[in-house]
């Protein structure tokens, strides 16, 4: 099994940095993933780490360390449309599929003005 | 990006009617789709992936003839819920990989069910 936590909820500014973080213990660790997902709608694609290090998509910036089992997202310049869950998922190896994706809950990101 | 479609967006049925949610993947194939359960404010479960041509995988703890799966193409997959009660209203969601660099995962759109 896996175990992935993240904060419930974080609160910032508009303009201000957020750094979010997950930790996960999993067994053939196959890649981590960052997903937005806004009230009642489907979850959106935000980045993938598989090696160690950080990857910057514009605002958006992720970080892995496999051998901590740590990620983080940090998302740079807030927008009040920033406000959603963003959601950290491993994907792992098993012994009969390409590789099965376990979510963590989720943390809630408010934007105030 | 890669488009996955699901259908319906929302359905209301009577308890003990079975409902069927189709999940299509429209400019890509996708030999493995995975299905969801989510609650209100809660993260996203995996109940089931379904590989094309073969039995789907089930999750421990998720009832394979109560939620049936079918991936008879390489860009459908249909999860059709028996006899619903009132506990499985919920929100489901099925995903779909796509193969390359990074292995992405697009999601439908989500599919309410309120069991009445």
């Known amino acids: 099994g896996q175990n992935i936590d993240q904060p419930t909820e974080m609160t910032a500014t508009e303009g201000a940095i957020v750094q979010i973080n997950c930790t996960y213990q999993?067994?053939?660790?196959?890649?981590l993933f960052w997903y937005q997902q806004h009230a009642g709608e489907a979850p959106t694609f935000l980045s993938y780490n598989v090696l160690d290090g950080l990857e910057e998509k514009g605002r958006f910036s992720s970080f892995l360390s496999r051998s901590k089992g740590y990620s983080y997202l940090l998302l740079k310049e807030l927008q009040m449309k920033d406000s959603a869950s963003y959601l950290c998922?491993?994907?792992?190896?098993?012994?009969?599929?390409?590789?099965?994706?376990?979510f963590g809950a989720g943390t809630q990101v408010v934007v105030t003005p | 990006g890669a488009v996955v479609s699901q259908h319906p967006s929302w359905v209301i049925c009577k308890s003990g009617t079975s409902v069927k949610i189709e999940c299509r993947s429209l400019?890509?194939?996708?030999?493995?789709m995975f299905w969801y359960r989510q609650f209100p404010k809660q993260s996203l479960m995996l109940m089931a992936t379904?590989?094309?041509?073969?039995?789907?995988?089930?999750e421990q703890g998720v009832e394979k003839d109560k939620f049936l799966i079918n991936h008879a193409s390489l860009t459908l997959s249909t999860l059709t819920v028996t006899s619903a009660h009132p506990e499985d209203s919920s929100f489901y969601i099925c995903?779909?990989?796509?193969?390359?660099?990074?292995?992405?995962?697009?999601f439908g759109s989500g599919t309410q069910l309120s069991v009445l």
């Open positions: 995903s779909a990989r796509l193969q390359g660099p990074g292995e992405k995962l697009f």
């Open positions: 999993t067994s053939g660790f196959n890649g």
């Open positions: 400019d890509f194939q996708a030999t493995t």
């Open positions: 379904s590989n094309e041509g073969s039995k789907a995988t089930y």
């Open positions: 998922a491993v994907r792992s190896r098993t012994t009969d599929s390409w590789g099965k994706f376990q």
